[in-house]
């Protein structure tokens, strides 16, 4: 397994890849539901996410944990139980890989906070195909990133 695979990742004999995949194809998919569907609750949990990232981003291990609720945000306001229920175990593969790479590739928290909010935004707007298409863009960035920190010689960060 290359440098850049989590713990979580080989305990569970998931490749980055596999990781990838099921994000792309689950997360979109909820991004453009829950711009047609979500509550104004469920709005308001989704800025609350991305608003503590942006407080927390110097805190790597807070900076990941709003990462996640921000996934965890979208997918609940999707409306569908089976997207909510899949993000779990996403998120729990994807707070090490995320960590890592968030640590060694300087862009990533940038990036990350400009993808949450144009996928807000699109959500907040009831703009279903563009927040697909930046949530496509954010997991995609994703991968960049996981590439990105994968050759970098473990004493550069």
Do not use: C
């Not at 928290?109 to 863009?137: H, T």
């Amino acid at each position: 397994m290359s440098s850049g695979v989590s713990r979580a990742l080989a305990l569970h004999d998931v490749t980055f890849l596999e990781l990838w995949e099921a994000m792309m194809a689950i997360d979109p998919v909820a991004a453009q539901y829950a711009a047609a569907r979500r509550s104004s609750v469920q709005l308001q949990a989704l800025l609350r996410a991305g608003a503590r990232f942006k407080r927390e981003v110097a805190d790597t291990a807070a900076a990941v944990s709003a990462v996640v609720d921000f996934f965890t945000a979208v997918a609940a306001a999707s409306g569908n139980q089976v997207l909510a229920l899949s993000q779990a175990p996403l998120n729990l593969l994807l707070a090490p890989a995320l960590t890592r790479m968030i640590d060694r590739v300087p862009q990533a928290r940038a990036r990350i906070q400009e993808a949450q909010g144009k996928i807000a935004e699109a959500i907040k707007l009831r703009r279903s195909e563009q927040a697909r298409i930046w949530m496509e863009k954010h997991i995609r960035d994703f991968k960049r990133g996981h590439e990105l920190e994968s050759i970098k010689p473990k004493g550069e960060g």
